[in-house]
């Protein structure tokens, strides 16, 4: 099976999924468990099928979604294409992305920079002020679209 590299992933343009660390991952936004529940059963069936089968967490209101090939630990063409027939559950059923990109690049640095904070001396107020930097630096405003 064959690994894919960052600019395969990328040109396969999964916009619900991003590639962190070495799989790729997305949240999809449910609203509630019931509905969660449900789309958890139908990815279910699609990973049978496809005989390639996700990580998947199921929390109110989110369901997070995770791709690997486990034989390989890396992305590979089943992964790609599973991702693409889950975003396609995910849609048929009215569910959306958790999270965008950009949002989970975010809340990665937020994540990243909160047990820094104390010792390199930033307090809550610097971190926010970072993300906020980030946010105009990509979008060119601080409001939220």
């Known amino acids: 099976m064959e690994k894919l590299t960052g600019q395969q992933i990328l040109d396969a343009r ?23 529940l449900a789309f958890v059963t139908a990815v279910t069936e699609a990973a049978e099928e496809a005989g390639h089968h996700p990580d998947l967490t199921l929390t109110y209101p989110f369901v997070d979604a995770r791709l690997l090939t486990h034989d390989v630990s890396a992305v590979t063409r089943r992964d790609v294409d599973l991702a693409r027939r ?10 959306v992305p958790g999270l965008d ?15 820094l ?8 107020a610097t971190a926010g002020a970072l993300l906020v930097a980030l946010i105009v630096a990509k979008t060119g405003s601080a409001r939220r679209r």
Do not use: M, Y
């Open 86 to 95: 889950i975003s396609e559950i995910a849609r048929e059923r009215g569910i």
């Open 101 to 115: 990109g950009f949002a989970l690049f975010c809340f990665l640095v937020a994540v990243a920079i909160e047990p």
């Open 14 to 36: 999964l916009d619900d999924w991003r590639k962190l660390a070495q799989a790729l991952h997305a949240r999809f936004l449910t609203r509630n468990f019931v509905t969660g």
């Open 117 to 124: 904070g104390p010792a390199a001396g930033l307090g809550l």
